[in-house]
């Protein structure tokens, strides 16, 4: 089966610029996170939706960051302004289960962004 | 606050040698700890994971430890080979939410 895409794979902007992550999750997949890896430290879960609805944004910075999985299927992230500290890996996940742990995730390979 | 601690930040092992990693959780609520691999430009892969109703969880070279009352686990890896270089992350959830909390991670290192 296809994995979990993510486009771009790089991206960088200067702060207070805006940047969009894209994500497509195995078919099928009815849960999606977006987790933010900064350098040295491990995933920090932003955001999870169950199809098209939120399950947990409780660690979302809402004042500059937003997402959206419009149709239960592929979801944007979005950073506007973007601040120096948003440098980081953006990591999108998928799974077929929201309720079992042990059905895990499946990772993309990320977007890297640099914010200068 | 840090959900999971994790240790060492990096770790040098020679070829053959045992790579050990240890990971400390408080929220007792926790009850599904898996242990992920993450190589250079690629997301983090489920490597093995372990339930607290048994001490320990061996697949090929791999091993978790698990001490509940003590609240930690540690991934033992044996044989270590340099194709195991790469950065391991543990995690832990509650067994009914597929949503995990990650520890900082360990960058192992197996020379040749």
């Known amino acids: 089966e296809a994995g979990v895409a993510q486009s771009p794979r790089y991206k960088i902007i200067e702060k207070r610029q805006s940047v969009a992550f894209w994500c497509n999750p195995i078919?099928?997949?009815?849960?999606l996170y977006w987790y933010q890896q900064i350098l040295g430290q491990g995933p920090k879960l932003l955001i999870q939706?169950?199809?098209?609805?939120?399950?947990?944004d409780s660690q979302l910075p809402k004042d500059r960051f937003s997402a959206e999985r419009l149709k239960g299927v592929d979801s944007t992230l979005k950073i506007q302004p973007a601040k120096l500290e948003d440098s980081a890996v953006y990591l999108c996940?998928?799974?077929?289960?929201?309720?079992?742990?042990?059905?895990?995730?499946?990772f993309g390979s990320g977007t890297r962004l640099t914010v200068v | 606050q840090q959900q999971v601690k994790q240790s060492p930040q990096s770790l040098i092992v020679q070829k053959g040698g045992i790579s050990i990693i240890n990971c400390a959780y408080e929220?007792?609520?926790?009850?599904?700890f898996p242990w992920y691999q993450q190589f250079p430009g690629k997301g983090p892969a489920l490597l093995i994971a372990?339930?607290?109703?048994?001490s320990e969880k061996k697949e090929g070279r791999f091993t978790i430890s698990f001490n509940k009352s003590a609240k930690q686990f540690s991934l033992h890896i044996m044989d270590s080979q340099p194709g195991d270089s790469a950065t391991y992350f543990c995690?832990?959830?509650?067994?009914?939410?597929?949503?995990?909390?990650f520890g900082s991670g360990t960058k192992l290192n197996v020379k040749p």
């Open positions: 372990i339930r607290p109703d048994v």
């Open positions: 995690a832990a959830s509650r067994y009914n939410f597929n949503k995990f909390y």
């Open positions: 996940a998928s799974s077929s289960r929201a309720d079992r742990a042990d059905y895990g995730y499946t």
């Open positions: 078919s099928g997949h009815a849960t």
């Open positions: 929220n007792t609520a926790f009850d599904y």
């Open positions: 939706f169950q199809n098209n609805g939120v399950v947990d």
